[in-house]
């Protein structure tokens, strides 16, 4: 059986305080189970010394409760989530440079960028930048489509996520440093 094939994208959204070393306490619990990092956005929130980690990594199903688990053992950690693609709303950022264009052909890559909610935000001699937000299909997508532009530089952000539940019985404001941790593991 190939366990390649069996893995899941999810999404791991979890909340700590803001003190030295956090993020290497989690990529530690990563590495010590052999599990890659597909992306990564760190945040601060509303609420001082809070951070928010978005994780995506790809696993087997019965392995997200062992790891969202371990996490949430960890001294700093909150309030750790884990989520399937269909359970949240994703978008990432990107930036894409382009060699410069005449006004004509300008015209047509506006036209070709708008329905992928992407737009030109510099356009000068030297090149012409374009910022999109979407989904990752929505990017690589328009990173094709400018291939015939020559792009010079491309970039994009990693994954942020809003949860299409309500969740605010479980949420992790206010907070205060006797606030017991919870985790939210969802039934796959």
Do not use: C, W
């Not at 619990?29 to 929130?45: D, F, M």
């Not at 884990?82 to 015209?107: D, F, G, T, W």
């Not at 990173?143 to 942020?160: C, E, H, M």
Request: no cysteine.
């Amino acid at each position: 059986m190939n366990t390649e094939a069996n893995k899941q994208t999810y999404t791991i959204i979890l909340f700590t305080e803001d003190t030295f070393g956090m993020l290497n306490k989690i990529t530690n619990v990563l590495t010590r189970r052999r599990i890659n990092l597909e992306s990564i956005t760190l945040s601060n929130t509303s609420e001082k010394d809070v951070i928010r980690m978005t994780l995506v990594i790809n696993l087997l199903p019965g392995a997200i409760n062992k790891l969202v688990g371990q996490i949430n053992k960890l001294i700093g950690v909150i309030k750790v989530f884990s989520y399937l693609n269909e359970e949240i709303v994703i978008r990432e950022i990107a930036l894409y440079k382009i060699k410069p264009l005449s006004s004509e052909k300008l015209k047509e890559v506006q036209k070709l960028i708008e329905p992928l909610n992407a737009d030109i935000i510099v356009s000068n001699e030297e090149f012409v930048l374009i910022e999109q937000t979407g989904t990752e299909d929505n990017i690589f997508e328009l990173y094709q489509q400018l291939q015939s532009y020559n792009v010079l530089d491309f970039a994009k952000s990693g994954r942020v996520a809003a949860v299409l539940h309500n969740q605010e019985q479980q949420h992790v404001y206010p907070y205060n440093s006797d606030q017991k941790k919870t985790v939210t593991i969802n039934n796959f």
